[in-house]
């Protein structure tokens, strides 16, 4: 019953009442990230929703549009700005995803929605991550957020996709304050320890291949 039809209604009214109380830091943050990128502060990105379908997610800049020399973007740790990392550690760059809830694209909890390039790189048991509307905040995200390896991550997902309920929920959006306010766990797509799904997926592939 809550997973079905109350959940999208408290969805629905929450994300509402949240874009009107945050009214004003929205549009704060808008004009500093027009100054700061000089030009459009928003970040919009397809990503697979409920069922996989498409939907452009909307955040704010936290980078750059950087290029080397050679026309290709840089690293995402080179274009990131300060201003971009404070975004990021404070979680404020999520705020315009309140639409995307609005809208019915996502909810407050469940899986993050990933790239799309990730798509043919999941397993079948992995791909039940798209079984419910993704969220702003999920299991994964109070247990490590960026710091976690894929395993765990979507250990977590498969979690919280078998066992959806309200008092979940709760638990996962006041853990999310708490690790919101901590600030640790935060890191950058594609360096380190953090690399890309594709990338990551692949190189198993290349050891499972050499150890045959």
């Not at 928003?42 to 704010?60: A, S, V, Y």
């Amino acid at each position: 019953m809550y997973a079905k039809y109350i959940k999208r209604i408290l969805d629905f009214f929450l994300s509402l009442t949240g874009l009107i109380i945050l009214s004003p830091l929205l549009l704060a943050l808008t004009v500093i990230g027009t100054v700061k990128f000089k030009g459009n502060p928003f970040f919009t990105q397809p990503r697979p929703g409920r069922n996989e379908r498409i939907f452009r997610l909307i955040k704010f800049r936290s980078m750059t549009d950087a290029h080397d020399a050679e026309g290709n973007l840089l690293p995402d740790a080179q274009r990131l700005t300060r201003y971009g990392h404070f975004l990021r550690a404070t979680s404020a760059d999520e705020l315009p995803e309140l639409l995307n809830i609005v809208a019915g694209q996502m909810s407050f909890v469940g899986p993050r929605p990933l790239a799309v390039q990730y798509l043919p790189y999941y397993t079948e048991q992995e791909r039940l991550r798209h079984s419910v509307r993704p969220g702003l905040t999920g299991l994964a995200q109070i247990n490590g957020r960026n710091e976690t390896t894929w395993e765990d991550r979507f250990a977590y997902d498969l979690q919280y996709v078998s066992s959806v309920s309200f008092g979940q929920d709760v638990r996962i959006l006041f853990r999310t304050v708490a690790v919101t306010l901590d600030r640790s766990g935060i890191g950058v797509r594609g360096v380190d320890s953090l690399p890309d799904f594709d990338t990551y997926r692949k190189q198993q592939s290349e050891k499972e291949y050499e150890s045959v």
